[in-house]
């Protein structure tokens, strides 16, 4: 692990989809040899102490020893669902937040979204990333305590939206030119919705 913060971190990797998109099971297909799942894994886990991949229920695979898995609440629930059952059992006050078919996360991006939330105090439970305009809800780094208060209650209330999230959450927006430097080619945002992603 890197540690850009001296901060501990969990990372939730969200990997319970349908991917009814992508015609087959896309966490399993590989780039360079390596699976998605593999690379968003080794991605997150550049600045994070403790792996969380949050599976569909029933879902067996295997993430080996570098990640735990826990099953989402209830299958295909969508990625707010997901996040909440991975922020129930975070072990460190930060999580940071990815998708498992986001197979280009560079660590240098997520140390800052990192580094800007531990700066903003406790006046500030979320950090995401701005591209043309617009605010990206993943990657995401939250606050463990208060995200998993927050995203619990959307949940019960019905809410499936990651954005509904960041509405509710005190969240810091990173511009996009602060951390597009970083990675010029905005790789870190890259995931995989169709084949012809890869």
């Given at each position: 692990?890197?540690?850009?913060?001296?901060?501990?971190?969990?990372?939730?990797?969200?990997?319970?989809?349908?991917?009814?998109?992508?015609?087959?099971?896309?966490?399993?297909?590989?780039?360079?040899?390596?699976s998605l799942l593999d690379l968003a894994i080794d991605g997150a886990r550049a600045v994070a102490d403790d792996v969380v991949v949050v599976l569909a229920p029933g879902d067996a695979r295997i993430v080996g020893d570098?990640?735990?898995?826990?099953?989402?609440?209830?299958?295909?629930?969508?990625?707010?669902?997901?996040?909440?059952?991975g922020l129930e059992v975070a072990a460190e006050p930060i999580a940071l937040a990815v998708g498992g078919d986001m197979p280009s996360l560079d660590p240098?991006?997520?140390?800052?979204?990192?580094?800007?939330?531990?700066?903003?105090?406790?006046g500030v439970a979320a950090v995401i990333l701005e591209q043309r305009g617009r605010p990206v809800p993943l990657p995401a780094v939250v606050r463990t305590g208060t995200a998993t208060d927050v995203a619990g209650r959307l949940v019960?209330?019905?809410?499936?939206?990651?954005?509904?999230?960041?509405?509710?959450?005190?969240?810091?927006?990173?511009?996009?030119?602060?951390?597009?430097?970083?990675?010029?080619?905005?790789?870190?945002?890259?995931?995989?919705d169709l084949p012809s992603d890869l």
């Open positions: 692990m890197t540690d850009p913060t001296m901060t501990t971190v969990t990372a939730i990797v969200l990997a319970g989809g349908r991917s009814s998109r992508f015609g087959g099971d896309k966490l399993a297909a590989e780039i360079g040899g390596r570098r990640a735990r898995t826990v099953a989402d609440r209830e299958a295909h629930g969508g990625p707010l669902v997901g996040l909440a059952a240098d991006v997520l140390g800052l979204m990192v580094r800007t939330l531990v700066a903003a105090g406790d019960a209330d019905g809410e499936r939206s990651l954005r509904a999230l960041f509405e509710r959450l005190p969240t810091r927006v990173v511009a996009e030119g602060e951390w597009r430097p970083l990675d010029p080619a905005a790789l870190t945002l890259r995931d995989v």
